[in-house]
């Protein structure tokens, strides 16, 4: 820190990019936020989901958002800050913080000429800001790909394997109390 007031800091008629202390952010969970295209939903391949067929579970995807940008900086805000994007591997909590993959963004929230790239572009073509939330601490009950996933016992009853996978976690070298 240079010491200087904000007002000296500024570039032009801006802030330096990524100075986020005179935006206004918009925090939302892109999952349930809207649903652009309903080609990329479907139904929990988790067994234990008890949801019935007509509940909409989690639909919200880049596409929607991007149909919302516009509506979204009209109430004033600069910037918006979403969910983690990693692939999710549960269906029924699928809303970022239980990552499972990483490296690679959930298929759910992407569409043919709408991926996360062009929700930046768009973005930016509203001189708006993005923040990406990411959480390293924890993963789902399906574990983490390439660290340790464990594994499905289809012999028990659905609502017994959730905890079977638990407890292969908290049995695992990776667990920590």
């Known amino acids: 820190a240079t010491g200087k007031d904000t007002a000296e800091l500024k570039i032009g008629k801006q802030l330096p990019r990524g100075d986020f202390r005179q935006e206004t952010i918009y925090f939302l969970i892109t999952t349930r936020f ?8 479907y139904r929990s391949p988790d067994p234990s989901n008890k949801n019935p067929e007509s509940d909409p579970e989690w639909r919200g995807d880049f596409k929607g958002l991007i149909e919302k940008l516009d509506y979204i900086k009209a109430l004033g805000f600069s910037a918006i800050w979403i969910t983690p994007i990693i692939q999710n591997k549960s269906g029924y909590d699928f809303h970022g ?3 499972y993959d990483f490296n690679k963004i959930d298929p759910r929230l992407e569409s043919p ?4 790239q062009r929700l930046i572009q768009e973005l930016h073509a509203r001189n708006m800001k993005l ?4 959480v390293l601490n924890h993963s789902s009950n399906w574990g983490s790909k390439g660290l340790f996933e464990p594994k499905n016992n289809g012999s ?11 407890n292969q976690m908290f049995k695992s ?3 920590h109390d």
């Not at 923040?131 to 990411?134: F, G, P, R």
């Open 131 to 134: 923040i990406v939330d990411i």
């Open 113 to 116: 000429g709408y991926d996360f």
């Open 97 to 99: 913080y239980h990552g």
């Open 34 to 41: 809207f649903d652009g295209d309903s080609a990329n939903n």
């Open 173 to 175: 070298n990776f667990y």
């Open 156 to 166: 028990l009853p659905p609502q017994q394997q959730y905890l079977d996978r638990v």
